[in-house]
């Protein structure tokens, strides 16, 4: 029997940039510059159009000074995220 593991929810990660986003105050352009990333890119992503890679994610997570994994923890929303043996 093979067990998979649960959707991950992308709308939950886009809605967490765009609160980030906001928390900081940024705009659109604010962030591009921060991150380096197209201003277009930023909009697909937050209106939910294209998810993004992960250089795309790393670039986002240092510019909004988030770690990966906390960012990436909203994927894991409405169940609960892998535990590590031992934990």
Do not use: N, V
Request: net charge negative; aromatic share 6%; hydrophobic share 40%.
């Amino acid at each position: 029997m093979t067990i998979f593991p649960p959707d991950p929810d992308f709308e939950a990660l886009r809605l967490e940039l765009a609160r980030l986003r906001a928390a900081q105050g940024w705009s659109y352009d604010e962030l591009a510059a921060r991150s380096g990333l197209a201003r277009r890119t930023l909009i697909e992503i937050e209106q939910g159009r294209t998810i993004g890679t992960l250089k795309t994610w790393h670039a986002l997570a240092h510019a909004l000074s988030t770690p990966l994994d906390e960012l990436f923890g909203a994927l894991c929303q409405g169940h609960a995220p892998p535990r590590r043996e031992g934990d």
